[in-house]
């Protein structure tokens, strides 16, 4: 086991307790990062001024330097500091924070799920983008290209990509872009997030808008994808769970905080400093446990029991600090309504096999139908 391998490992729990007890911040020769696994030193990672979330040496990855996907990446909030991070920000997370759960469950039930491996893979990784395309005022029609295209987009993000992968994520940057740009043009257009993003945007900043609108559909596809797989998952495994009385949005607050999609994040150090009594020197890596954090008994009493009425749940699944993610509640608004759809259709989990898919941080499930006798 190593802390990366723990991302996708059957049960990377009693691991992430063996390096808290280490100590919460501590250098990791193997990996040459240093490991940020208690929540107190997550959080002060999270916070620090100096923690920043790409190298300074490579704002954006070299495998995609030269052509479409590394102008998105470079402009999005998510993967810069400073006004290039608070700008669109600013201008993207009022309207997203404020989504209504009720028009997310209506979208959701709209889209057909069959009860068999292939209607969950299309409900992990191609529903969740659809909800938003549609919320931005994309038809169904587009929202299943954008849905494809994200899937291409999102490889380069991964360092586990292959050159074949690098190509088709330049190909979709621009066929994205292409869509956006149309979208942006159409005097049709009535979507409310989409407005108000716009009237927030400064009117000379077109590229950043349409990278990190992108952005929205790479940041929503696998981490949603995860947590619907997770929850899925948690219905496996405690049969009970599959109570017409259990509270969806309820199962999908624990699963996010008992065995989260995003496992880890990373941060690059930018100039010397302290963090909860440790010296960092600048162009230090730390590797961000969250799911280690989240299972601290110092952020969550009796962190190891799955209990759907936990009070005071308290997480790092979606980060937190100046990064913390904008589309929560609407991750968890999709997650809920996606599962209540699945259990609705009486698949037989039982018949279900999976695997993780191969990843250094997300943890997501890919589901097969037992092989025939
Ligand atoms: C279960 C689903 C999701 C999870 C677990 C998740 C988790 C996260 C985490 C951990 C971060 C911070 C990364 C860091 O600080 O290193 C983040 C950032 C972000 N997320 Fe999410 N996310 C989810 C779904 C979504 C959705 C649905 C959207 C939008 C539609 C979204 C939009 C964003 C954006 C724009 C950022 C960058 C914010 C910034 O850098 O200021 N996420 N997310």
């Known amino acids: 086991m190593d802390p990366i391998i723990a991302a996708t490992h059957s049960d990377p729990y009693p691991y992430y307790a063996q390096l808290r007890a280490e100590g919460g911040l501590v250098f990791y020769p193997g990996l040459n990062m240093w490991l940020a696994s208690s929540a107190q030193a997550v959080a002060a990672v999270l916070a620090h001024p100096d923690c920043h979330v790409r190298p300074a040496q490579e704002p954006i990855p070299k495998a995609i330097a030269d052509g479409m996907a590394g102008q998105v990446f470079g402009q999005l909030m998510r993967m810069n500091e400073g006004e290039r991070q608070r700008c669109p920000r600013a201008a993207i997370a009022p309207g997203l924070e404020l989504i209504d759960a009720q028009q997310v469950e209506a979208l959701v039930s709209a889209r057909l799920i069959t009860a068999d491996a292939a209607g969950l893979y299309n409900a992990m990784f191609r529903g969740p983008v659809c909800v938003v395309a549609a919320l931005l005022g994309f038809t169904p029609a587009q929202g299943r290209a954008i849905s494809e295209l994200t899937a291409d987009f999102v490889a380069c993000l991964s360092p586990l990509s292959s050159p074949a992968q690098l190509a088709a994520a330049h190909a979709a940057a621009e066929q994205l872009s292409g869509y956006f740009i149309e979208l942006l043009d159409d005097p049709h257009n009535h979507s409310h997030l989409l407005a108000g993003i716009r009237q927030r945007f400064a009117a000379d900043a077109t590229p950043s808008l349409i990278a990190n609108l992108i952005g929205l559909f790479s940041q929503t ?148 139908d037992w092989p025939a006798a």
């Open 221 to 368: 596809f696998e981490a949603t994808a995860g947590l619907i797989g997770n929850a899925v998952l948690a219905l496996i495994q405690h049969p009970p769970l599959r109570s017409d009385s259990t509270h969806i949005e309820d199962l999908v607050a624990e699963v996010q905080r008992f065995d989260p999609p995003v496992q880890n994040t990373r941060r690059f150090v930018a100039a010397p400093c302290e963090i909860d009594g440790v010296a960092l020197n600048a162009g230090d890596v730390i590797l961000v446990l969250l799911a280690s954090a989240n299972r601290d008994p110092q952020l969550n009493d009796n962190p190891d029991a799955f209990l759907l009425e936990r009070p005071n749940r308290r997480s790092f699944t979606f980060g937190a600090g100046r990064h913390q993610c904008p589309g929560q509640t609407l991750a968890l608004s999709i997650a809920g309504a996606t599962v209540r759809q699945i259990l609705a259709m009486q698949p037989a989990l039982d018949r279900l096999t999976w695997r993780y898919r191969p990843s250094a941080n997300g943890r997501i499930a890919l589901f097969s």
